[in-house]
T-cell receptor, first 112, second 113 residues
Framework: GQQVMQIPQYQHVQEGEDFTTYCNSS?????IQWYKQRPGGHPVFLIQ?????EVKKQKRLTFQFGEAKKNSSLHITATQTTDVGTYFC????????????FGRGTSLIVHP | DAGVTQSPTHLIKTRGQQVTLRCSPK?????VSWYQQALGQGPQFIFQ???????QRGNFPDRFSGHQFPNYSSELNVNALLLGDSALYLC????????????FGPGTRLTVT
């Protein structure tokens, strides 16, 4: 079945430092979504990537889809305490399946 | 514009019992998906309902069943509860059954003792 790995599992940063989480798939993907879940909250959709090599930006967040469509990254520039939460990737295998497989997530802890 | 709502918020059940969880999708959405999220894990896809039929199913046993009503709301039923069924159950709605943006509800925290 679809395997997806997210690294790191946890990341502690000082406020103002940058943060990056990676999502790696064992198979080629059709597309990938990123979600953020605050502590005690529910996942909130951030972005969807579809094209090989695609890069999308949302203010301090930069999302990238790998050229081979097997991996993705989320980079946050100059973290703030409001960035605290767990970031999940949800991948969709190529071949027409619309069943998403979520990674275990990367928990970001920002120290003021 | 109401978002996704779920009830109840919390639930405590005993092993072997049955439970029903409810979900109302975001206004305008016609597709509801259910997920199980264990502590420290990502959400796991249970199944998806569209036009009152189960359209896709993840790797969950038949003890997990569901229903969608004409108003697009949905129920998740779990029979013969096991301790391992303790988790946060999330409902997500979307516009269509493809790989679309999903809006999650606040979830129902189920504890099986």
């Amino acid at each position: 079945g679809q395997q997806v790995m997210q690294i790191p599992q946890y990341q502690h940063v000082q406020e103002g430092e940058d943060f990056t989480t990676y999502c790696n798939s064992s198979t080629t993907l059709s597309n990938i979504q990123w979600y953020k879940q605050r502590p005690g909250g529910h996942p909130v959709f951030l972005i969807q990537l579809v094209k090989s090599g695609e890069v999308k930006k949302q203010k301090r967040l930069t999302f990238q889809f790998g050229e081979a469509k097997k991996n993705s990254s989320l980079h946050i520039t100059a973290t703030q305490t409001t960035d605290v939460g767990t970031y999940f990737c949800a991948v969709f295998a190529s071949g027409g399946s619309y069943i998403p497989t979520f990674g275990r997530g990367t928990s970001l802890i920002v120290h003021p | 514009d109401a978002g996704v709502t779920q009830s109840p918020t919390h639930l405590i059940k005993t092993r072997g019992q049955q439970v029903t969880l409810r979900c109302s999708p975001k206004s305008g959405h016609d597709t509801v998906s259910w997920y199980q999220q264990a502590l420290g894990q990502g959400p796991q896809f249970i199944f998806q309902y569209y036009e009152e039929e189960e359209r896709q199913r993840g790797n969950f046993p038949d003890r997990f069943s569901g229903h969608q009503f004409p108003n697009y709301s949905s129920e998740l039923n779990v029979n013969a509860l096991l301790l391992g069924d303790s988790a946060l159950y999330l409902c997500a709605s979307s516009l269509g059954t493809g790989a679309y943006e999903q809006y999650f509800g606040p979830g129902t925290r189920l504890t099986v003792t």
